[in-house]
Structures are given as structure tokens and as C-alpha cells.
């Protein structure tokens, strides 16, 4: 079945640093969606990217969705303690399986002031 | 105030009970989720539906079960064929329009079975 993998699973960075995380899918999505969840919460939409090769900002945070439609970064410039949370990247499925999400397991970011 | 709904926050079961977590969406939105984290191990499908009447299994269904009898309501049992209960519930809810998703969760339902 689809399957979305996620990297690093885990990251640590003094506050200032920058912080990636990446999302490779199995087979070809028809959108990526981002979500962050901060420590005890619940995830919360970040964005959605549909087209080949798109790329977003938000602030601090850049959104790349690869050519292929295969894979996607998210990338937060010099962090702050704010940024604190678990992202998730997540692929919608195609054909039979429009209505369903497929997550990535997560990158949890701990940001040391 | 429009939004998702899970309760309760916190739920106590003994061992062999079944146990009904509610999530209600006032959002009107035809697709509802029920997702299942661990820690490490990110969100895990249960069920999910995209109509009325209508649902489909995910990828750990054995020892859930659902019913979604009205479009705001997508109720999840856990049952005491469920191996390890124990974990944080949570209910999403979405449009699925020209293949645009994105989901709004509840608060989550974290389920202790002692």
C-alpha cells in the first residue's frame, strides 16, 4: 500500500539554528499537506501543496513539493522556541482513496534557547 | 463557534469493558477520521468515512468499530478484541473537493485501560 516516510524522527537544535524535515511518499500523491503539533495538542494544518515543484512560504517556514510529486521539505529558518512541536507531512491518496490522508510518522523538534 | 468536538479529554477503562469515544463536527463536512498515536509512532487510521452510511477500514481497524449514522457524528468503539487500547484518540474531520484535504482535528481523547 501507500506509504509516506518521514526523516529525522527526532531533531534538536539551539534556538537560531535552521531545521528540516523531509517527506518521501512511495507513489506519486496528488497533494502534500503539513501539520504541526505542539507537545499535548492536536495537530494543526500548516499548508497544502498541489502543483509539481511548488514552493511556499509562511514567515520563517518554506514548503517545497518535489517534481515528481514524490517528496516534500519543510524547512524553518532560524528558530525559535515557538517552533517547538512534532510536523507531520501528509499525502492524499488517489482514485479509490481521495478521501484518505496518509501520515509520516513525524520529525519532533525540541529548540534549546 | 464551528469546530470538531472529541470526549471526553480523559477516559478510564477497565480491562474487557468496551468504550465509545464521540467525536461531532459542526463544520459540515462529508469526511470524518479516527486516528490512533503512540508515541514514535506518529497517526494511525482506525476508520474513516466520506458519506453517510458509509465507512471504510484503515490500517489498524482489528478491535474498532464505527457507525456513521448522521454527517456530524462518527463515533468509535474500542472494543475488548483490542489488544492495547491504551493511546491517544483522535477524530479529523475534512472536505474532499477536486482532491483537496485538509483535516481539522478534535482536541483527542486520551484512553487509559487499567
Known amino acids: 500500500g501507500q506509504q509516506v516516510m518521514q526523516i529525522p524522527q527526532y531533531q534538536h537544535v539551539q534556538e537560531g539554528e535552521d531545521f528540516t524535515t523531509y517527506c518521501n511518499s512511495s507513489t506519486t500523491l496528488s497533494n502534500i499537506q503539513w501539520y504541526k503539533q505542539r507537545p499535548g495538542g492536536h495537530p494543526v494544518f500548516l499548508i497544502q501543496?498541489?502543483?509539481?515543484?511548488e514552493v511556499k512560504k509562511q514567515k520563517r517556514l518554506t514548503f517545497q513539493f518535489g517534481e515528481a510529486k514524490k517528496n516534500s521539505s519543510l524547512h524553518i529558518t532560524a528558530t525559535q522556541t515557538t517552533d517547538v512541536g512534532t510536523y507531520f507531512c501528509?499525502?492524499?491518496?488517489?482514485?479509490?482513496?481521495?478521501?484518505?490522508?496518509?501520515f509520516g510518522r513525524g520529525t519532533q523538534l525540541t529548540v534549546w534557547p | 463557534d464551528g469546530g470538531i468536538t472529541q470526549s471526553p479529554k480523559y477516559l478510564f477503562r477497565k480491562e474487557g469493558q468496551n468504550v465509545t469515544l464521540s467525536c461531532e463536527q459542526n463544520?459540515?463536512?462529508?469526511?470524518m477520521y479516527w486516528y490512533r498515536q503512540d508515541p514514535g509512532q506518529g497517526l494511525r487510521l482506525i476508520y474513516y468515512?466520506?458519506?453517510?452510511?458509509?465507512?471504510q477500514k484503515g490500517d489498524i481497524a482489528e478491535g474498532y468499530s464505527v457507525s456513521r449514522e448522521k454527517k456530524e457524528s462518527f463515533p468509535l468503539t474500542v472494543t475488548s478484541a483490542q489488544k492495547n487500547p491504551t493511546a491517544f484518540y483522535l477524530c479529523?474531520?475534512?472536505?474532499?473537493?477536486?482532491?483537496?484535504?485538509?483535516?481539522?482535528f478534535g482536541q483527542g481523547t486520551r484512553l487509559t485501560v487499567v
Open positions: 463544520l459540515n463536512h462529508d469526511a
Open positions: 501528509a499525502g492524499s491518496g488517489r482514485g479509490s482513496t481521495l478521501g484518505r490522508l496518509y
Open positions: 468515512s466520506q458519506i453517510v452510511n458509509d465507512f
Open positions: 479529523a474531520s475534512s472536505i474532499v473537493a477536486g482532491g483537496s484535504i485538509e483535516a481539522f
Open positions: 501543496l498541489v502543483k509539481s515543484g
